[in-house]
């Protein structure tokens, strides 16, 4: 048997006059304005008392249980009230000893409004337009789906065309509008709670040939090593890392170079890790030889970057691509969905030297920033110009 679920707004007025969650109330005589605590997961001090209003939400709505992933409440919640109009006064998230946002309620909906309270269950809202769908985020209403990416064992595609028709869309502003929908659905699939998920493609290159290209499909971490019988990756019992073996210098006619670049490849023992860690991507030099590291290939610094040894190295965090993305749209390049490393030899160069000067690059491309990459950079900047896109990016600043 179906059960209804409230409408948000009375709902949410119903809760504050309730006075039964610590931080959540009215601030002004004519009970239009309120505040909601709001606190970083990540925070030492956060508890289960700080999402209570969160998890009411979720667990009314039908898209919630005890056991559920406080990041997503936050997020239905946070997009219920955009999706109602809500106001955000003050963002006051960061403050060290409060930490909370304070909304006005919508002008189209009073407070006092008389209205139905509970919408009718889904067997009757068969032939109604589906709601609470704000920039392609999935709300209460949506049946949520694991998502993983393509070709990973069991796992469906992550979504790279819109999985809906812009057939009889009015004009440009509609496509761009649907453009921007699937952009903001694909880029919160990318980060579940406070994980960011990704796979992994390597390109190796030899003195700037390419020599090898290969797909690892882990979205944990992975390890650059030196053992040419592998032909693909392999699961290492031992640690539980993929190994990823780069290729003989078969291809390099210039014989000096070739015996540079295999002496290298000798030494490379454990090799060089990369791996995902929460919100960030981490890399750590496992062997003897030395390795590098930028996020362009054509860095032009002249400040190498050494990758340490001691302790795994935060390499790129998931909050810069996002940031990168805001850029984009006001007219900047598009961030780097790379890292490149150089194995055994200092880049980028004092001298200034090119990156296919050097014996041994590797490129480990993040698959899920590159199917956002390339969504932003085939709609270009003007399709993503959506106050519900800016406001997603920057909601996810929060939680990275």
């Known amino acids: 048997m179906s059960h209804s679920k409230p409408l948000f707004i009375p709902w949410l007025r119903a809760q504050i006059d309730s006075g039964k969650y610590p931080g959540v109330t009215w601030t002004n005589p004519e009970q239009t304005e309120f ?19 969160f998890k009411a939400w979720a667990e009314v709505s039908g898209n919630g249980k005890a056991q559920g992933d406080s990041s997503v409440w936050k997020r239905n919640f946070r997009s219920a009230l955009r999706a109602k109009k809500f106001q955000m006064l003050t963002d006051n998230k960061n403050d060290v000893a409060n930490p ?37 985020v999935v709300l209460p209403e949506q049946q949520q789906y694991p998502v993983v990416f393509e070709g990973a064992v069991g796992g469906v ?39 960011f998920k990704t796979e ?16 690892v499909m882990n979205e944990d971490r992975l390890r650059l090593v030196y053992r040419p019988e592998l032909s693909q990756p392999v699961l290492d019992q031992e640690s539980g890392l993929l190994l990823v073996s780069l290729p003989k210098p078969r291809a390099m006619l210039d014989q000096t170079q070739a015996s540079l670049t295999q ?25 003897e030889i030395k390795a ?19 302790e795994p190295q935060p390499l790129y965090l998931f909050k810069d691509f996002v940031q990168g993305l805001l850029d984009f749209i006001k007219g900047k390049d598009c961030p780097s969905c790379s890292l490149f490393f150089c194995l055994g030899e200092k880049w980028p160069c004092p001298d200034g030297r090119p990156w296919e000067k050097k014996l041994i690059m590797v490129e480990v491309v993040k698959t899920s920033l590159q199917i956002l990459k390339n969504l932003a950079v085939g709609g270009g900047a003007s399709s993503l110009q959506s106050v519900e896109l800016k406001m997603s990016l920057e909601e996810m600043m929060e939680w990275c």
């Open 292 to 310: 590098y590291w930028s996020l362009c290939k054509f860095d032009r610094s002249k400040r190498p970057q050494e990758v340490s040894k001691l």
């Open 157 to 195: 595609v992550l979504p790279e065309q819109p999985a809906y028709p812009i057939d009889g869309a009015a004009g440009g502003g509609a496509c761009d509008q649907q453009m921007v929908e699937h952009f903001v659905d694909t880029i919160f699939k990318t980060m579940v709670g406070d994980h």
């Open 263 to 287: 002496r290298i490849l000798d030494k490379l023992g454990e090799g060089l890790e990369v791996g995902v860690s929460g919100p960030m991507v981490y890399g750590q030099r496992r062997g």
């Open 35 to 53: 505040s909601i605590p709001w606190k970083h997961a990540l925070r030492k001090d956060s508890s289960s008392v700080d999402v209570l209003i």
């Open 100 to 136: 909370h946002k304070m909304f006005r309620w919508p002008d189209e909906a009073p407070s006092g409004e008389t209205i139905a309270v509970f919408e009718p269950p889904p067997e009757q809202q068969q032939q109604q337009p589906l709601q609470g769908v704000i920039g392609g």
């Open 200 to 215: 992994f493609k390597v390109l190796v290159y030899y003195r700037g040939e390419k020599v090898s290209e290969q797909l």
